[in-house]
């Protein structure tokens, strides 16, 4: 299946092939360096049958885990590339997840102010989400996402089958975005979640994922304001997820339960099964003054209040301002205890 | 005077007239917070005059000199920022010259995926070259701008008056940049470096510069080829200034040097007046492996061979593509000893 991201100049295309890592140089027909990037999470096989498809390769491999989206790791990056004489006319590919995208890919916009950049994603919240779009970024101080650049990739690679080495709660995790996506744009790809068996109908699910991001990025490339809809539960989210290594959640999981304070009562008791039919909390336990500061950090937030995407009815939404004290009562709907 | 850079959604006016630093706030219209990036070199009363305009403005100063223009000072400033909780509808203000235009103008590429940048630039230099055409970067390994983006200002302000507090050499200096445009591109500019009285002829010789800086960014604002004409010179004196720390140069005075070898015969003899006239050097002392090494890392390589401008007759100029022993020889012509 291809699809492609209409963008002008900035266009590029999507692949969901299963084998396609075996074609990656073909199909990408890349020429020049290439630094694949990846973390040490990721099967080293990856990385290594993308780089061996190359003359002049070089993999570049990070720690796992956000700590590697940060100031420190994207300059020594660049200083590997500068070393290796890295010119604008070479590429940067991203093999990893959301972690590896982000990082990889704001190097990429960085680097000589903007080289060719490819996305191979190897997780589902990836392949479905992060690597289509063009949003790159790193943490600083805590707070997620707030340094980065738009740069879109010049073609996106999504091979199913790498999914067969992620343990069970990865797809899970990956899987909260399909369904936010569902809740917020269509309502067939959520009665998929509601009532078939979700793993037979994976390449489904990532295609129709591919599909809705697609549109809504093609009609806001720079998050002026329609893209908000992919922050759906993503407020709240990050505020549960800034506690992270406190409780141990993972990035999906944070957005599962930040949708749940965001949506109607009715979509509230359709979406409670599906979460537990995809083993993923409905309610965790943080301090909220924690949350919530870095809630207020979002990067969405404007000057006062900050604007939330709910959804009152599934496969549609719509975007209402929130102050801080809304925000707070509704973080108290997941905190357990 | 004023014009119009056209580049879309990134169109801005350049604004050139005495005394507008005091209308700044008026002249830009900016609402929101402000940070006003400044060095300790400028004059304090500048920064404290753009902030003064201003509900909710705050200066940050660096260390004047290129050290500043460093992966450890941006995220600095990006921390200050998150600190002080600048949201992505707040404004970066740069007052100084191309240190902290390209730093700030960086920073503003990044914070939250790009905020709004004004440019105050307070010296020539930054007045007829830097501050015009939204090029951004920082420095990385030694090695000048490798990192940065393309970000637009909002909004240029030049203040002539500013000048006035400008030492001499640091005056022929930006100047250099202004005799580099007329030489590429206007043989009438070139002619008042020749025959008029510099000085009185400043306003004039800022606007022509502008004029001729709008046209090369608005044909070529990602700097795909035409904008390479701005390069001329900075081949060979990115090469000397990377040694800038052992010779005590400032840029324009490395790109002055770095024109000489790449004019004909007949504007060589022209162009060495020109610099004498302006206390600019003709030679200098430098390691050649050093500069050479610089030279190869020059963001404009390409794979192999590098893109040069060189000027055959005054007011036009071409691309011609030099191999690295033969850059090597234009570089001992201005070698001294």
């Known amino acids: 299946?291809?699809?492609?991201?209409?963008?002008?100049?900035?266009?590029?295309?999507?692949?969901?092939?299963?084998?396609?890592?075996?074609?990656?140089?073909?199909?990408?027909?890349i020429k020049g360096k290439v630094l694949v990037v990846t973390d040490d999470g990721v099967p080293q096989e990856y990385s290594q049958k993308i780089a061996s498809q190359f003359e002049n390769a070089f993999i570049y491999t990070v720690p796992q885990g956000e700590g590697s989206k940060s100031l420190d790791c994207f300059g020594k990056i660049l200083s590997f590339m500068l070393q290796n004489n890295f010119t604008?006319?070479?590429?940067?590919?991203?093999?990893?997840?959301?972690?590896?995208?982000?990082?990889?890919?704001?190097?990429?916009a960085c680097y000589m102010r903007g080289i060719n950049f490819y996305n191979f994603p190897t997780t589902v919240l990836s392949q479905v989400d992060s690597s289509v779009g063009g949003k790159t970024a790193v943490n600083l101080d805590g707070i997620k996402n707030p340094i980065g650049a738009f740069h879109q990739p010049k073609m996106v690679v999504i091979d199913p089958d790498v999914l067969s080495t992620l343990p069970p709660r990865q797809i899970s995790n990956g899987l909260a975005e399909a369904v936010k996506m569902s809740l917020t744009s269509d309502a067939e790809l959520f009665k998929v979640f509601e009532e078939k068996n979700i793993l037979e109908n994976i390449d489904d699910i990532l295609f129709r994922s591919v599909e809705i991001k697609r549109k809504v990025v093609e009609?806001?490339?720079?998050?002026?304001?329609?893209r908000m809809v992919l922050n759906f539960g993503h407020t709240l989210g990050h505020g549960i997820e800034s506690e992270e290594e406190l409780n141990g959640l993972y990035h999906g999981e944070c957005i599962a339960m930040g949708m749940l304070p965001m949506c109607s009562e009715p979509v509230h008791a359709r979406l409670i099964p599906v979460l537990q039919k995809l083993n993923l909390k409905t309610s965790t336990s943080f301090d909220v003054d924690t949350a919530m500061n870095a809630v207020m950090h979002d990067k969405k937030s404007g000057a006062g209040a900050i604007n939330t995407i709910v959804v009152e009815e599934v496969g549609t939404c719509e975007i209402k301002k929130m102050t801080a004290e809304e925000l707070k009562q509704k973080l108290m709907i997941i905190r357990e205890g």
Do not use: H, P, W
Not at 1 to 29: C, H, P, Q, W
Not at 91 to 104: E, F, K, N, Y
């Open 1 to 29: 299946m291809k699809t492609r991201v209409e963008l002008g100049e900035n266009s590029y295309d999507i692949i969901i092939e299963r084998g396609a890592i075996k074609n990656f140089s073909s199909l990408t027909g």
């Open 88 to 108: 604008r006319k070479d590429s940067v590919v991203a093999c990893g997840g959301g972690v590896v995208g982000d990082l990889s890919g704001f190097v990429s």
């Open 219 to 226: 009609q806001d490339e720079k998050e002026a304001g329609l």
